[in-house]
């Protein structure tokens, strides 16, 4: 495979939405609905793995040149909790979204220099929207209650205009989402309760593969727009 970045280290590099084309779909699968209590304490305790962690990276600050493992992204903060070795190249992250409407922000439809496996979790007046430039391939599962709601809008602030396809995981849920290499996505949490459990399956690899100098979420990543638009087009419904 060719490198996708132009700066291998660049943390807000951009692409030209008119020219991407998403070379694969994302798969996303429902796996269970819990009720609120116990989804909102598993929630909670991973949240709180990554709010410690970032309590200490403040306290005692990653050296230069080390691997540091709380990181940020835009969606929200993040904790490497296991990393790469010689000879296992994946590693794992949990994500403690922030709540768009606080920030008033989205975050940006975006894609990544490798694959990646995310399981999303929400508890109790939480819900995340999923987006994506194509369809999100919705597979069958043991799924209580109504299909999810799936919702095709315009990209919002786009300087040309492109569909954006979204699936709205309900609160307190547990969903798995499969994302090839290079395709787009964009999470916007809504509510105070949500996390990600991500696995990267090739990252050591991916970052020779695009020259890093490190295993940072934002290098990795390669946005759709320049800019952040406001919360409102990824609160409703």
Known sequence: MTRMKRSPDHEDEHIDLATHTDPDRNRLTPLLRLPPEPAL???????????EAHVREREFPT????????????EGDVY????????FFADRYLMDFYD????????????????????????????IRVSSLVPITVLDAHWPGTPLLTVV???????????RHTVV???NSWVDMQIPRGVSHQFNAVGPHAVIDSVHPEESIETLREGMSGYRM???????????STAD???EP
């Open 153 to 163: 809008d315009a990209l919002p602030d786009a300087p040309v205009p492109r569909e």
């Open 100 to 127: 768009v409407r606080e920030r008033g922000v989205c975050s940006r439809m975006h894609l990544h220099t490798g694959l990646r496996f995310v399981r999303m979790m929400t508890g109790p007046a939480t819900t």
């Open 169 to 171: 995981v309900p609160e």
């Open 41 to 51: 304490a598993v929630v909670t305790a991973l949240a709180a793995v990554v709010r």
């Open 80 to 87: 490497m909790a296991e990393a790469p070795f010689e000879g």
């Open 218 to 228: 934002m290098a990795q990543t390669i946005f759709l727009a320049e800019q952040r």
């Open 233 to 235: 087009p990824c609160t």
């Open 63 to 74: 050296p230069p040149g080390t691997l540091k493992r709380a990181q940020e992204f835009e």
